[in-house]
């Protein structure tokens, strides 16, 4: 077996343990599961959380979606950053702008450009607030302005953040659903804080009853 | 009946489970095509994936039956994990209780099973309703979060009482040591699932055909006083006809089934209040046409343990 093909199946026993301890229940309310380019943006709670969401999707849109993720967190010790760089194959960018050296939506750009989907937890950071939602930051703004083509897909993710709390090493099998509401895109003359507002509403909106 | 060896004895009882089935196959495949006509309907959709449902359980117990003790505890070890997961799914915790969800999880659950796979009774009859009920809001409160804290304490502790506790005193039928029953407590086990299953079917055939007067129409509409009659008189016919399997005679054998099926009842009925208060319809979707393992096993959970502690009473 060469290393890629060991990389990917090691990605689909990631998955496959994924589903059996939450049960990863996709519910595509407002689209199907199609080869449509997309952005898919979720609420953010656990470190667990896009590997939720990459299991939650039919294999061949797992093929070609890839997540993004906190290089901060991810890129830190070698066992992390070849999970995240060869097996979830995720595109990791740099928070702090005063040292990195790239521009995180060019390089989100660029793998729409390959042709690829993308998955984007627009609050910045995980949310350990009791607020369903943080506020969002600018960034799925200026992604959809600058790639007007995808669709933008809000995500609902019930119940990971209990699975895997901020600081958790062992995760608890709790049942969790990844739920897909309908596709956005910016309205014309729609500005940054308007789009925004509606795109954190649209997220809100699938949420389920309070346990 | 009698005469025949626990081997043939399995056998004839598992023949006679596939009758059934097969019967109710063919009357569901009949409704699809006569009634329906091939187009989705909703009740007899429902009837079918259960029926198909049903299949693959007798087919699991079956599975778990050939591999004897082990098989059937860790069988019942998987369900409890099942269930537990629903139920704690739908419960409030916070991050604070990450411990406590860990241990309920990965301690509890197993040692429960080990307990009872060892057979001390001693222990895991008090392992969960004391040890358990005071070491998990320690965890809890060590941890810091006084938010509705004795909310998410307690939906733990009912978590762990109902989907592990309870549902481990089918397996634990297997302990008990009666004379002249040697080696048979596999048949119990197929007693207590039968008529439990039998009455929530019979109760769901009568209350479709004849149900009128709901019992508690805020808690569950569906259930009504012509389904539980008639449901629960003729689960105790089933229970009663079923005593060959059984230490009891026939009478004993109407009795225990009148009491399982009655525990079993209100079992269905907390749940479903449970399940009311919480704003959903059913625990998961584990088990297709009948919701989640808590769906299925609810009156099973509630009937185990009064029936153990019946017969461990009377016939130990």
């Known amino acids: ?211 | 009946m009698s005469a025949l060896n626990p081997r043939e004895q399995t056998i004839a009882l598992f023949a006679g489970v596939g009758i059934i089935l097969i019967v109710a196959s063919l009357v569901g495949f009949a409704l699809k095509r006569l009634v329906a006509k091939g187009a989705p309907h909703g009740a007899i959709d429902n009837l079918n994936a259960r029926v198909k449902a049903w299949w693959v359980m007798v087919a699991v117990i079956g599975l778990a039956f050939m591999a004897g003790r082990a098989g059937v505890i860790l069988l019942f070890l998987f369900v409890s994990f099942a269930a537990l997961r629903e139920f704690l799914s739908l419960s409030y915790t916070r991050s604070g209780d990450h411990y406590a969800l860990i241990a309920s999880f990965f301690v509890v659950l197993p040692v429960q099973y080990a307990l009872v796979y060892v057979g001390w009774y001693g222990l895991y009859t008090i392992f969960i309703p004391v040890y358990v009920f005071l070491f998990l809001p320690i965890l809890v409160a060590v941890a810091g979060d006084t938010t509705r804290f004795q909310e998410r304490a307690s939906k733990m502790q009912w978590g762990l009482m109902v989907s592990v506790f309870c549902i481990s005193h089918v397996p634990a039928l297997l302990t008990l040591e009666i004379p002249g029953y040697e080696g048979r407590g596999l048949l119990l086990i197929a007693y207590l699932v039968l008529v439990v299953q039998s009455s929530d079917v019979l109760q769901y055939v009568w209350g479709k055909l004849a149900g009128r007067r709901p019992v508690a129409p805020q808690v569950s509409p569906s259930k009504t006083w012509e389904g539980l009659v008639g449901g629960i008189a003729s689960a105790t016919a089933v229970g009663s006809a079923l005593y060959w399997i059984t230490p009891f005679s026939a009478w004993q054998a109407a009795l225990m089934a009148l009491a399982i099926c009655l525990m079993g009842f209100f079992g269905g009925l907390v749940m479903s209040a449970i399940k009311r208060d919480r704003g959903v319809k059913d625990w998961g979707t584990l088990i297709e046409g009948h919701g989640g393992m808590l769906d299925r096993l609810d009156s099973v959970a509630f009937a185990a343990p009064v029936f153990f502690h019946l017969t461990r009473y009377f016939w130990t």
Not at chain 1, 65 to 71: D, E, K, L, Q
């Open chain 1, 1 to 211: 077996m060469n290393s890629e093909a060991f990389d990917r199946a090691l990605g689909r026993l990631l998955c496959a343990f994924a589903r059996a301890l939450t049960g990863a229940r996709a519910r595509w309310l407002g689209c199907a599961p199609a080869a449509t380019q997309r952005v898919y943006f979720a609420n953010h709670g656990s470190h667990g959380d896009f590997v939720l969401v990459w299991a939650s999707l039919p294999a061949d849109l797992r093929e070609r979606t890839r997540a993004v993720a906190g290089a901060d967190y991810w890129n830190k010790g070698a066992l992390r950053r070849y999970v995240a760089n060869r097996v979830l194959r995720a595109v990791l960018i740099d928070r702090d702008r005063s040292t990195r050296t790239e521009d995180p939506i060019e390089k989100m750009a660029r793998v729409v450009d390959d042709g690829d989907s993308l998955i984007v937890f627009p609050e910045g950071t995980r949310n350990t607030t009791d607020a369903p939602l943080l506020p969002f930051k600018s960034g799925l703004y200026h992604l959809a302005v600058r790639c007007p083509d995808v669709e933008l897909v809000p995500v609902w993710l019930d119940n990971a953040r209990r699975v895997m709390p901020k600081g958790a090493v062992i995760p608890v099998p709790l049942l969790c659903t990844v739920t897909f509401g309908a596709p956005l895109r910016v309205a014309p003359g729609e500005d940054k804080d308007a789009f925004l507002e509606r795109a954190r509403a649209a997220v809100v909106a699938l949420r389920g009853p309070e346990a």
